[in-house]
């Protein structure tokens, strides 16, 4: 049985469209992934998949790349995902994943990543979801769509945690952008890039069935 950590409810309500899957949400917090991860595997998850949004790191990926997990790194280890799954994915890109426990902020901290690791893009949760499927022996895999690339810095709203059931915190938002109303350009600019990823996240949940 397949079990699914997405960061955000948005992402997990795509997830619900695997048939037979079981998805969780974890509100883009890291510890909060790692227990879902162990709880799918009490639940009966034979393998697990991180699924969802990502932030590009390499210089190389446009918005709207289909990044697929060869492997995980942090700053704790590498883990190396399930080569065989994803390969079927059309015009996707494969190499690995930086996990994070805080948010990539700024294009500095990103071309820092990737000089010293190589990842393509990094996400919050893949790394959590890593060390909990190599502790139980079970294979995982990642499938991650770019919403900021290598250049882009985030606007200040990206830093609103979500709520938490992975929601999104709309008082927070209304706060941050009255306190920086000169990130709104940003703003609308990083929510067409997430509409565009969303979009590409229901065509692979729909893949997803029919394999």
Same mark, same amino acid.
């Given at each position: 049985?397949?079990?699914?950590?997405?960061?955000? $409810?948005?992402?997990?309500? /795509?997830?619900?469209?695997? &048939?037979?899957?079981?998805?969780?949400?974890?509100?883009?917090?890291?510890?909060?992934?790692?227990?879902?991860?162990?709880?799918?595997? $009490?639940?009966?998850?034979?393998?697990?998949?991180?699924?969802?949004?990502?932030?590009?790191?390499?210089?190389?990926?446009?918005?709207?790349?289909?990044?697929?997990?060869?492997? +995980?790194?942090?700053? &704790?280890?590498?883990?190396?995902? %399930?080569? @065989?799954?994803?390969?079927?994915?059309?015009?996707?890109?494969?190499?690995?994943?930086?996990?994070? %426990?805080?948010?990539?902020?700024?294009?500095?901290?990103?071309?820092?990543?990737?000089?010293?690791?190589?990842?393509?893009?990094?996400?919050?949760? =893949?790394?959590?979801?890593? @060390?909990?499927?190599?502790?139980? $022996?079970?294979?995982?895999? +990642?499938?991650? /769509? +770019?919403?900021?690339?290598? =250049?882009?810095?985030?606007?200040?709203?990206?830093?609103?945690?979500?709520?938490?059931?992975?929601?999104?915190?709309?008082?927070? +938002?209304?706060?941050?952008?009255? &306190?920086?109303?000169?990130?709104?350009?940003?703003?609308?600019?990083?929510?067409?890039?997430?509409?565009?990823?969303? &979009? $590409?996240?229901?065509? /692979?949940?729909?893949?997803?069935?029919?394999?």
């Amino acid at each position: 049985m397949l079990g699914i950590i997405c960061g955000f $409810k948005a992402e997990a309500d /795509i997830a619900q469209n695997v &048939k037979g899957a079981l998805v969780a949400n974890a509100a883009s917090r890291p510890e909060l992934a790692k227990f879902l991860a162990e709880n799918l595997i $009490k639940r009966g998850a034979t393998r697990l998949l991180s699924f969802g949004t990502a932030g590009g790191i390499s210089p190389d990926l446009p918005v709207g790349s289909i990044v697929i997990g060869a492997a +995980v790194v942090s700053d &704790k280890g590498r883990w190396e995902c %399930d080569r @065989e799954w994803g390969a079927e994915i059309p015009n996707s890109y494969s190499g690995a994943i930086w996990g994070s %426990d805080v948010v990539i902020a700024n294009a500095f901290d990103k071309a820092m990543i990737f000089g010293n690791s190589g990842c393509l893009a990094a996400d919050m949760e =893949s790394h959590c979801i890593a @060390e909990v499927a190599v502790a139980n $022996k079970i294979p995982f895999s +990642v499938v991650r /769509i +770019v919403t900021d690339t290598f =250049s882009m810095s985030l606007p200040p709203v990206a830093m609103v945690p979500f709520n938490e059931d992975g929601t999104v915190n709309g008082m927070g +938002v209304a706060i941050s952008l009255l &306190k920086h109303p000169l990130q709104m350009p940003n703003v609308i600019r990083l929510g067409l890039n997430t509409g565009k990823a969303m &979009k $590409k996240l229901r065509a /692979i949940a729909a893949a997803l069935n029919n394999q």
